[in-house]
């Protein structure tokens, strides 16, 4: 859910008019980004077109920021130094943007690895290590309860055991996380799932330098996984040439079910159909003989799997990060002063090449992003 955003620099090639209605929306939108110690929000509907600091942020190096789902609160994650093998902790706390204040005087938590909000912020998983062990805590704003859902075995000093990389399934009736095991050249990673209305959880993968990215059905009762046989082929050698295969697990009880069986081909693009279907995407090694492909028939034109035609949009929509609406656009170019302390230019305007409403110098290209429009209401 965290992660500092680096926007590649380079320049555009293709000039594109964009004819873009400005009428500024009542809900304020605008490009988040940090300079220095402060956080800094422009609104490109509002002139003048300025940047503003949020005022009671003071914001680090090593901080990470997020916009919750609807806009409304920024989710900062505050560093809170290290911990035996290097891993950084947080702080976790939430800051009301509306109000520009934060919402706790105390941090959530102290020593936090890895956070993950429900959708509509009424709670939050995280996990703590306190350099030899971790912990994945559930916390319910409403009752200001913090619950202990799982801890890891104790890892050794420089080699500790913790937690990350959390998400909640769909419905939000689970939870998957990593337990990670610190050892020499690596870590083995064991991936589980867990029911939060009953605590059970269960094993789905442990194996040296383990990923695992699952894909849940819309109701819960399904998720998809492409897991490899081998991840690394030593501590000496990290890598593998095994490109997995794709399993479909029963939530309920992690009961499996192998859908591909070849671990030489990779597999993509996997999702379910809006009418529950799996699709995915692989390739296939074809080997013909000289005859064979000389006698290989014309297919007709109206067979042919042929791409989607590309499009402008496309084209606009790779230059840089795009507000909700794509009606303003923010990117990073080089800045061509040669001023080495500040090597970017951060560019916000609603053409990609010619104009730009907002320009600033950065000293690094770590930006937060638009903030987030709220979802429209359900029609009755």
């Known amino acids: 859910m965290f992660r500092k955003m680096i926007i590649a620099v380079g320049c555009a090639c293709l000039l594109v008019q964009i004819v873009i209605a400005q009428d500024a929306p009542s809900f304020e939108q605008g490009f988040l980004y940090r300079d220095g110690d402060q956080l800094m929000f422009v609104n490109p509907y509002v002139e ?4 503003v600091p949020l005022p009671g942020i003071v914001a680090g190096m090593e901080d990470q920021w997020a916009w919750s789902p609807d ?18 902790v947080y702080c976790l706390n939430l800051y009301d943007f509306e109000a520009k204040i934060w919402i706790y005087d105390d941090p959530i938590a102290c020593g ?9 912020m009424s709670r939050v998983a ?12 559930l916390f319910t704003r409403e009752t200001g309860l913090h619950e202990s859902l799982y801890h890891s075995d104790e890892g050794q ?12 399934s769909p419905t939000e009736q689970y939870l998957t996380f990593s337990r990670y095991d610190m050892v020499m050249g690596g870590a083995y990673n064991l991936f589980q799932v867990m029911r939060l209305s009953t605590g059970f959880y ?10 695992f990215y699952p894909v849940w059905s819309p109701n819960d ?14 501590g000496a050698l990290p890598l593998s040439n ?40 692989t390739m296939q090694d074809v080997t013909l003989s000289l005859s064979d492909a000389i006698a290989t028939a014309d297919s007709p034109p109206e067979s042919m799997v042929t791409p989607e035609p590309f499009t402008d949009e496309e084209f606009i929509q790779s230059l840089g990060i795009w507000s909700p609406g794509n009606q303003f656009l923010a990117r990073i170019l080089p800045e061509e002063s040669g001023n080495p302390d500040r090597p970017y230019l951060l560019s916000v305007g609603d053409n990609p090449v010619k104009s730009a409403l907002f320009t600033t110098t950065l000293g690094d290209n770590t930006l937060i992003g638009w903030r987030p429009a709220p979802a429209e209401p359900a029609q009755p």
Do not use: K
Request: a negative charge.
């Open 48 to 51: 003048p077109v300025e940047a």
């Open 242 to 281: 095994h490109e997995g295969d794709l399993f479909l697990f029963h939530a309920a009880d992690g009961q499996r079910y192998r859908l591909t069986f070849t671990p030489a081909d990779a597999e993509w693009n996997i999702h379910w159909t809006a009418d529950g279907r799996i699709a995915y995407r």
């Open 157 to 168: 000093i420089h080699f500790p055991h913790g937690i990350n990389q959390i998400t909640w």
């Open 221 to 234: 009762e399904w998720f998809l996984a492409q897991i490899q046989e081998e991840y690394a082929y030593s």
């Open 112 to 120: 936090v690895e890895d956070a993950a909000f429900t959708q509509n």
């Open 202 to 211: 269960y094993e789905v993968l442990y194996d040296f330098y383990a990923s």
């Open 126 to 137: 995280y996990s703590t290590n306190d350099g030899l062990s971790g912990t994945l805590w």
């Open 71 to 88: 806009g409304r609160y920024l989710i900062g994650l505050l560093d809170d130094g290290n911990i035996d093998g290097g891993f950084s």
